[in-house]
């Protein structure tokens, strides 16, 4: 059992910044696909970024590519998502995912443990 609990999220002007966090407990961090996902308000929730259990491998969505970096702590048994220039569709509940899979991948599907979820709202 992995327990994931997001912290970071909040109200930013379009072009600011936030960092997310995500603290995992349980089970050995280090062997798990990492990944982050959002919903908007009435639609599907989608991926956003992941990473691999080593961190060399990382994976954005199209959106997210050139703005948002996701990075691992191993040690520390986090993950976090540094996000530049937002807008405002990046307005979303956020969530932090585990899975086993023996890469990063796209797909809820491929997550067996999630957070709660953090708000993040970007005002124009």
């Known amino acids: 059992q992995v327990q994931l609990v997001e912290s970071g999220g909040g109200l930013v002007q379009a072009g600011g910044s936030l960092r997310l966090s995500c603290a995992a407990s349980?089970?050995?961090?280090?062997?798990?696909?990492m990944g982050w996902f959002r919903q908007a308000p009435g639609k599907e929730r989608e991926f956003v970024s992941g990473?691999?259990?080593?961190?060399?491998?990382?994976l954005y969505s199209d959106s997210a590519k050139g703005r948002f970096t996701i990075s691992r702590d191993n040690a520390k048994n986090t993950v976090n998502l540094q996000m530049n220039n937002l807008k405002p569709e990046d307005t979303a509940v956020y969530y932090c995912?585990?899975?086993?899979?023996?890469?990063?991948?796209?797909?809820?599907?491929?997550?067996?443990?999630w957070g709660q979820g953090t708000q993040v709202t970007v005002s124009s």
């Open positions: 995912a585990a899975g086993q899979t023996l890469t990063v991948v796209t797909i809820k599907g491929g997550y067996r443990y």
């Open positions: 349980g089970r050995s961090f280090s062997s798990f696909v």
């Open positions: 990473i691999s259990w080593s961190g060399g491998r990382t």
